[in-house]
């Protein structure tokens, strides 16, 4: 099983540029999530999403965009890359709410310049 | 503003000793998740917990949960070096959250296990 498929594993960009970090999920979870975590510290929620067309804000969202426009995709967006983006973005799922069980992938490691 | 904190944040063991890693935070909620994340790699879920006085044992590890307290535990016994890794745990807010899982995360215990 493929689970939560994330890409690029690694990207570089200079400031100012923009990219968009893939998610696919094969999962048929409702809920899906961005977290970004920084050097020695816990995930912070960036978007998260209960269904497709439907998105939130989380802790972190300045500088970011998302969109769900099926189950399994949720693609993250970075418009006008800054130095404060490098970090390792996660993506997650979930079947609900009440399992309270995330499965993440594998991470993307994303360097700006 | 809920604080998750975990100590030790550094924990370097002998194979064969026992251990409890500390898991405070400061709001209401009776759901707690713990993490393992190897160097490099993504995070794997270890325990669930969803109600007070909750405990699991999988393996060396065992988790508990003290929701009066707003206290978890993480304990090892008898560690091997195969338990090295980064320990995370995740207070969820999903009771006030409007119907998502709103994890809030402890900045991890970096755990080493030597001979």
């Known amino acids: 099983n493929a689970g939560v498929t994330q890409t690029p594993k690694f990207r570089i960009l200079k400031i100012g540029q923009s990219m968009t970090l893939q998610c696919t999920q094969d999962m048929n979870h409702n809920y899906m999530y961005w977290y970004r975590q920084d050097p020695g510290m816990g995930l912070k929620l960036i978007y998260y999403?209960?269904?497709?067309?439907?998105?939130d804000k989380g802790e972190v969202p300045n500088g970011y965009n998302v969109s769900r426009s099926t189950t399994e995709d949720f693609p993250l967006r970075l418009e006008l890359a800054a130095p404060s983006q490098t970090s390792v973005y996660f993506c997650?799922?979930?079947?609900?709410?009440?399992?309270?069980?995330?499965?993440f992938g594998e991470g993307s490691r994303l360097t700006v310049l | 503003e809920l604080k998750v904190e975990q100590n030790p944040l550094f924990l370097s063991m002998q194979e064969g000793k026992n251990y409890t890693i500390y898991c405070n935070y400061s709001?209401?909620?009776?759901?707690l998740y713990w993490y393992r994340q190897d160097p490099g790699k993504s995070l794997e879920s270890l325990f669930v917990?969803?109600?007070?006085?909750a405990v699991k044992q999988e393996g060396r590890l065992m988790a508990s949960l003290d929701t009066k307290a707003r206290l978890s535990t993480l304990h090892i016994t008898a560690a091997v070096h195969d338990l090295s890794a980064t320990y995370f745990c995740a207070v969820d807010l999903w009771a006030i959250s409007g119907g998502y899982n709103k994890l809030i995360f402890g900045a991890g215990t970096r755990l080493a296990v030597h001979p």
């Open positions: 709001t209401t909620s009776d759901r």
């Open positions: 999403s209960v269904g497709a067309g439907i998105t």
């Open positions: 997650a799922s979930s079947l609900d709410a009440n399992t309270g069980e995330l499965f």
């Open positions: 917990l969803l109600s007070n006085g």
